[in-house]
């Protein structure tokens, strides 16, 4: 059953003057002419602006051709795929029925467009900087974690691709606690993956960080990298 928007607005901390626009904004095209697909063009740009904004302030000393591949990794789909999960965004899609029977609001590509819809609804329900606070929230750790002398890809990233190279299933990621405050919780991840016994398990304070300790911890299961 959907859940009704007004709980998607307390979820982000914001009250919409319009609520119609948050309901578009998570409206799929599967469901007709009236749908997310203007929102998306528009939260797409704000997104892209805003973090590249961002890189361009924390990186001061980086080359073009870094900030770019930079964004490219903090606005990708598979990244904004997992903003909306850490939001819930799929529990509150609008769907037609074959991308319900199909489960389309757990598809990477629909969640995506959704994030950015919401921000286009944001933005139109308020202005840029109220957008630049909930991106900047949003993606915090994301830029935090970002080090020009390491490597562009995370462990979720390396993690997937070892799979994929030898032609394995996809890691398969598992939420099995959840314990803390709502102000002050710790995630704990179990991470299922072809090769390994015993799964990798991983916890952190958001779900995203135990995401990628877990994954971490598979690697080193599968001998792909050593332990620190």
């Known amino acids: ?5 007004a709980d998607l607005s307390r979820r982000l901390g914001y009250s919409f003057n319009d609520p119609s626009l948050l309901e578009l904004a998570l409206t799929h095209r599967s469901c007709g002419k ?16 805003v973090i590249a904004d961002a890189l361009f302030r924390q990186f001061p000393q ?6 770019s591949r930079l964004r490219a990794r903090l606005v990708k789909g598979e990244t904004l795929a997992e903003v909306a999960r850490e939001l819930d965004l799929g529990e509150y899609l609008r ?9 389309g609001f757990r598809r990477d590509s629909i ?9 286009g609804a944001i933005y139109l329900d308020s202005d840029l900087e109220v957008c630049r606070g909930f991106i900047h929230r949003w993606f915090k750790e994301r830029l ?3 080090d020009l002398n390491e490597s562009l890809k995370d462990a979720k990233t390396r993690l997937q691709e070892h799979l994929q190279s030898r032609r394995l299933a996809l890691p398969d990621y598992e939420l099995i606690a959840v314990d803390g405050e709502a102000h002050s919780q710790t995630f704990f991840i179990r991470c299922h993956v072809t090769g390994l016994t015993v799964p990798s398990e991983g916890e952190g304070n958001s779900r ?4 990628q300790e877990a994954a971490r911890l598979a690697l080193i299961g599968l001998q792909v990298e050593k332990a620190e």
Request: net charge negative.
């Open 34 to 49: 009236r749908n997310n697909e203007r929102l998306e063009f528009l939260g797409d740009s704000i997104v892209n602006f």
């Open 62 to 67: 980086a080359r073009e051709g870094q900030l």
């Open 208 to 211: 995203r960080q135990a995401e």
């Open 1 to 5: 059953m959907i859940k009704p928007t």
């Open 144 to 146: 935090e974690e970002l």
């Open 111 to 119: 969640l995506a467009d959704a994030t950015e819809a919401v921000m």
């Open 95 to 103: 769907l037609g029925s074959g991308e319900l029977k199909s489960g």
